[in-house]
Structure formats: structure tokens, C-alpha cells
């Protein structure tokens, strides 16, 4: 039997001519994110390529190390391993920060970040992207985002090498035991974000239970799975203070390098 139509009922969509009826100012979020995120490229571009007051005893910046390269500064106890040569023409930063870098721009929460902001895929909820097509991540250089799995075990290993970082803190300039100054605090702080971000992606959440049919059978894995899970939904704000307090600390060392600030002891 034939469906009969309303008679009031429309042949088609309305005809909008607008890109959107929105009324709020929804271009102020990307724009926010596009310009937080370009004001820590640029200053950490700045600092990678200057190759220089990346030291000051006992503080290694987080962006060089582990400083791999024979021309970094003498590092007492420190993880510099010289495995680049002087063939290497760069700063030493660039050999390691290849791996954070490749972990924060394939991160589900930055993906979402520089669509928004950079690629307008879409800018905001109910305005139209200007992309005529989409590929999605199947072709370059989105299609890099697929490695995530992988910049995240390169990550986490760096992060067990700031943890270490962390622990020399605890020296004084002479690398005296016993130490405590407003820079251990500040990187103290500040290992503790890097490891809640790396721990609450979402790759870490996937191995940690994502592939188990029966959580019975694998009380641990179930228990690190939840654990994770908590810290995945504050992945957003995890992303934006451990970004922050790798700047600040490398800011840090910058300023006692430079004599402009000195290190006040707390103990």
C-alpha cells in the first residue's frame, strides 16, 4: 500500500543560505588553541634550534634531554650518551624531540586541537568546513597519526629519563646529595603531568585492557584498565599542564643559565 505524504509536509530541506545560524562567538575556542599552541611552537622552536643554556647544574631542560650528541654540555650524572657524533650539525634537542613531538601531534585530544583551530575539519559544532572533500587519515600526512601506538612507547621511555632528571634535582651544584631548590620543586610538578598525560592516553588505555574479552580472568590488567580509564577523561587538561610545565621548566633553566635568576634553596 502506498505511503501517503502530508500535504503540508516540505519536498526538501530548507534552503539556509547561511554557513550557520550560530549566534555565539564560537570561532573564540580554536582561535584560543590555535594561538596557545603557536606561542609554545614558537617559543620552543626558539629554544631547540638556539643549542644553547639548556644547563644549569643540577637542571637539564626537558627539551634536550637526553642530550644524545657529543657536543652537549658536560651533564655530571646526567643522561648524555654521546651517541651522535660531530657529523650531527644540529642542536642536540632535534635528535630527541622528534618523539614527543610525534606523540603530542598524533594525540586524539591534539588531532581534535589543530582541526579545529589550524585545518577548520570542522572549527566548531554546526559550522560547516571549508574542505570541499575529506579523506580522513588515510592519506599523507594525516595518515602519520597512525604511528601513535609507537611515539607512545618512545615517550614513555623518555619520560622514565626525566624521571631521572627529576632525581639528579635533588643535587646541589657541587652534585651534593641532600638538595632541594624551587627548580626540584618546579620539576618535581612537572614529571608528575608528563606521566599522568602519558598514562592517560588513550594507546595506553588500549593496551592496558582494550583487547580483553573477560576482565574476570585478568583481575591486574583490569585494575591498571580502570585506574587508566579515570585519568583518560582528563586527558584534555593533562595535555594542556604538562605542556605548560615543560615550557616553565625549560624556561627555568634557561633564566639560571643565563644569570638572570638564581635557584632559591628550600632545604
Do not use: Q
Amino acid at each position: 500500500m502506498a505511503t501517503e505524504t502530508a500535504p503540508n509536509a516540505p519536498a526538501s530541506r530548507a534552503a539556509i543560505g547561511a554557513r550557520h545560524l550560530r549566534t555565539d562567538r564560537w570561532w573564540l575556542a580554536p582561535a584560543a588553541t590555535a594561538l596557545a599552541l603557536l606561542t609554545f611552537i614558537g617559543y620552543a622552536s626558539w629554544r631547540a634550534f638556539s643549542d644553547a643554556d639548556y644547563y644549569a647544574a643540577p637542571y637539564v631542560s626537558p627539551f634536550y634531554s637526553p642530550c644524545l650528541a657529543e657536543a652537549c654540555e658536560p651533564m655530571r650524572g646526567g643522561p648524555n650518551w654521546a651517541l651522535v657524533g660531530e657529523w650531527w650539525p644540529l642542536s642536540p634537542a632535534l635528535v630527541i624531540l622528534v618523539f614527543p613531538l610525534g606523540f603530542r601531534m598524533t594525540c586524539y585530544y591534539y588531532r581534535k586541537a589543530y582541526y579545529r583551530s589550524f585545518w577548520a575539519s570542522p572549527p566548531a559544532c554546526g559550522v560547516a568546513e571549508p574542505h570541499r572533500s575529506y579523506s580522513g587519515e588515510r592519506r599523507f600526512p594525516l595518515i602519520l597519526n597512525n604511528a601513535h601506538r609507537y611515539f607512545f612507547y618512545a615517550s614513555a621511555v623518555i619520560a622514565c629519563v626525566l624521571t631521572y632528571d627529576t632525581v639528579l634535582g635533588f643535587r646541589d651544584e657541587e652534585y651534593a646529595w641532600g638538595h632541594m631548590g624551587v627548580g626540584t620543586l618546579l620539576f618535581l610538578v612537572n614529571i608528575v603531568l608528563v606521566w599522568a598525560y602519558t598514562l592517560s592516553c588513550h594507546s595506553c588505555r588500549h593496551a592496558m585492557g582494550g583487547r580483553l574479552r573477560n576482565f574476570s580472568r585478568h583481575p591486574v590488567r583490569y585494575r591498571l584498565w580502570t585506574w587508566v580509564s579515570r585519568l583518560t577523561g582528563r586527558h584534555m587538561a593533562l595535555a594542556w599542564a604538562s605542556l605548560i610545565s615543560l615550557g616553565l621548566c625549560d624556561l627555568y633553566v634557561y633564566l639560571l643559565a643565563t644569570d638572570v635568576i638564581s635557584d632559591p634553596r628550600l632545604f
